[in-house]
């Protein structure tokens, strides 16, 4: 039998309620993903990132003591982190932009919003494997390059470049939408 495509790939999942740790491991286990570890909070990440070097972070938003934004601030930005570079997906039953762009600005890779499906998580874990973003830092920002957009020339407006989305009343966003504003444009 041949190993699957994410066979070698180590995930750490931070979610606190163990239902939703639960699927997540069985949605990564149809992806044949061998090493899987899980912890209830940011606070118990930062503390198995101490022994555990995973290759992909699936976390929760909300969660205490440290919730996901917390945690994705404390992994880019803190000497005791062995890898700031590590990818990170964001799971939220929220699909509003200004969460979106505030996990963005935090410094996540992807953002997936629940109910999680295979197909989703997949995607979004094919895209930091085969479509990994330059890091930056600027300011006190460190992270993914969040320029994902075509930058606007000379004489156009730049919200032409922004997606449809934004501003036109929408509450939440689907998947495609979210993954619409989180991908990087073909070059």
Known sequence: M???????????????NAFMRTIIRRVLGLLEVDEVRDVANGEAAIK???????????????MGPINGIELTKIIRTSENIKNPFTPIIMLSAHSDISRIYEA???????FVVKPISVKTMFNRIQA???RPRNFVRVGEYFGPD?????VPQDG??????????????EASLSQDQIN???????D
């Not at 969040?146 to 075509?150: E, H």
């Not at 407006?157 to 009343?169: A, E, I, N, Q, W």
């Open 2 to 16: 041949s190993k699957g495509y994410l066979h070698n790939v180590k995930f750490l999942v931070v979610d606190d």
């Open 156 to 169: 156009e407006d730049r919200r032409s470049t922004l997606p449809k989305h934004v501003g036109s009343g």
């Open 146 to 150: 969040r320029r994902r957009r075509k």
């Open 128 to 130: 930091v494997i085969d």
């Open 48 to 62: 198995m990132l101490e022994s555990f070097e995973p290759d992909i972070i699936i976390t929760d938003w909300m």
């Open 180 to 186: 619409e504003a989180m991908s990087t444009p073909d």
């Open 104 to 110: 963005r600005d935090a410094g996540i890779n992807e």
